[in-house]
């Protein structure tokens, strides 16, 4: 029989799968035009001396008995036995662009069903695994994998480290020999390891090079992998990270991998965070109420533990005279909750921080036209609260051991089931009782010895908040979520499946903002990256900035504040105003639009921007990160506008730029540009550019361009 040969299209993406004897994905990139089924006849191997006498397809499961030698994509055993599966198609469902591929190991017992779906508007493939015990006796998961191949150019890596308040931090690791291994184990999506990276030609940039990138949409333990075999074929591999035991499948029952999103590109990352934007935009992200993402002010740090209802109504009366679209009051406000090292798990109102419940507090915000927001951790719970104390055996770990704190707070065990629905009540209380259009849903800690009755369950534990998120989203419609772990900690597509914003990072410092939401722009659109004018002096960081950097920095997200207004001077709350006004003017443009980062030759100078989907407008934020190394900037070269169309150009915001006769700051002049009207074609924008102003070391520019 000829194998079926399956080809997934789209404008810019390509997947072509040759279906037996198992699923092998023999092309994935760039959209081809002129394919034919024949053309496949140049990829057959030669079989090399020296090793197996057979080709070695690397499949979708990556079988270890197919004579790789690699990491496999089933790892498993029924008590020692059936723990190499080698499968066979038995079924192919090609329907538009999904590709549905059923295998079995009649022998080891086991079926594998390989969903692959192309999307054909961004070009990004989605796929998942799940595997089924198709004999009475159990079968234990050990690792449960999604392998995609990438081509031999494919020699350097891209992927991400962090920690608190230093989430998304890109670093480049070059892919020659054995090859690169990501694991988090940290029981959320995590600062340390986002679970995404890209591979790419070698000095891949924004926009130059070949990339390929994954994200795997799981917000518990995961690996990845970008492996160079030994005969030289490369690969990515994906997959949610199991603990021993977890994954136990009874005769019928079936385990499923998350999705893994997978995008390709060859000019660079740019047009690869394209697609992924693209891709959530349309698919992912399901806002209650299409509406313009409304300007926060969070109380956290401006007052902390410290509740007044007074004076956080006097907070609020300043907050909408700012410009402010929903207010939300942060951590503090339940009952015992003065300081971090109690109460949470106490889920009631604090009666002595709020003699009058809060309703009087959200009453005035929504007299002033706000939302309202309010700010839970329901996943955790702290030694010194009343729930602790009632039940002490709520704690997740493992019976017999001492479970560190975080935070001073312990997890609760999702999966059992009196947790589970003393939570629900606990949060149905709070919705229905209370006018609340938005939950800022927090999880401050890492997981250790994750067991519910003593077996591994960071698997079920990450699918219990799922479900209690779903069950409260079900319930509750309109409102709307933010995930939050410490900032970043829990950044990923299956939690953005069931919330509509992501707390960046706890850190406001907007030199250190720079570099976390660049990092997190490529696999996020701006409209889900809560990004914060802070205070003055940075609290993470004690840094101090202009409100021009700071507001500037904080535009290119969904905005806010996150400071006491009613104690700011003159300059800040008019700083406020500006740039709130100024997000919300370009904000349909923002939210909507294609994000770029431009490639600059010095690495301190930052360049990103928004292009209109129909290349009429675009604005663009220059950000002097540090002292550059040379006198002049260069020039600005601006992609994606249209090559035959005029814009005028425009300075929609700059720091007091300095330019003195007598020398002592960086200019003497500025550039002709800057100082009268100016109409260039996309053409010179893209090809040539415009002379940069010598900045100062953390300040930045905004400038605006509109087609004539
Ligand atoms: C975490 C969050 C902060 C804030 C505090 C409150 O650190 O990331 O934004 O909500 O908790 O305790």
Known sequence: MEPTIVRLTSPTTDVIVRCQPFAEILYWGPHLSRFMPEDILTLSRAVPNGRLDVDTPLTLAAESGRGLFGSPGVEGHRDGYDWSPVFTTSEITHQDN??????????????????????????????????????????WVNRLALTLPLPERAGEVMAFHGRWIREFQPHRVTLEHGGYLQENRRGRSSHEYFPGMMVGSRGFSEQQGEVWGIHLGWSGNHRLRADVKTD??????????????????????????????????????????????????????????????????????????????????????????????????????FRGRDHDRAALGDWYLDEKKYPNGLAPVIEHVKQLGMEFGIWVEPEMINPDSDLFRAHPDWVLGLPGYQQPTGRFQYVLDLCNPQVFEYLLERMNWLLSNHDIDYIKWDMNREIVQPAHLGRASLTAQ????????????????????????????????????????????????????????RGMSYFFPPEVMGSHIGNRQCHATERQHSIGFRGLTALFGHMGIELDPV??????????????????????????????????????????????????????????????DHQLPGNLRIPGLRPDARYRITLLDTPPLIHQQQGGHTMRQLPAWMKQPCDVSGEWLAQVGLALPVLDPESAMLIGLEQL
């Open 98 to 139: 999904q590709l549905l591929i059923l295998a079995e190991d009649p022998q080891a017992g086991l079926q594998l069903r390989s969903e692959l779906q192309l999307d054909s508007a961004s070009g990004v493939l989605k796929m998942r695994h799940t595997l089924i015990n198709h004999h009475a006796a159990r079968y």
């Open 232 to 333: 030289g074929r490369r690969l990515l591999q994906a997959e949610a990270l199991y603990l021993p035991g977890e994954q136990e499948l009874e005769g019928g029952a079936s385990l499923s991998t998350p999705w893994l999103y997978a995008a390709s590109s060859r000019t660079g990352l740019n047009a690869l965070s394209q697609q992924f934007h693209r891709y959530v935009r349309q698919n992912i992200l399901h806002f209650p109420e299409h509406k313009p993402r409304p300007v926060h002010l969070n109380t956290w740090e401006g007052i902390y533990f410290d509740h007044q209802p007074e004076y956080i109504m006097q907070m609020a009366t300043k907050s909408a005279g700012l410009g402010v679209e929903r207010f939300i009051i942060d951590d503090g406000w």
């Open 462 to 517: 990450t699918e219990q908040f799922y479900r209690l998120l779903d069950s409260l989203r079900e319930r509750f419609p309109q409102v709307e979520f933010e995930s939050c772990a410490s900032g970043g900690g829990r950044i990923d597509y299956e939690v953005l499946q069931r919330c509509h914003r992501f707390w960046a990072s706890d850190n406001n410092d907007a030199l250190e903002r720079q570099t976390i939401q």
């Open 567 to 628: 104690k700011e001077g003159d300059t800040e709350q008019l700083g406020f105003v500006r740039y709130v006004a100024l997000h919300k003017s370009l904000r349909p443009l923002l939210h909507s639009g294609d994000v770029i980062r431009i490639d600059h030759h010095n690495p301190s100078t930052q360049i990103n921007g928004v292009v209109a989907p129909g290349q009429e407008r675009a604005v663009i934020l220059v950000s002097q990160l540090a002292m550059p």
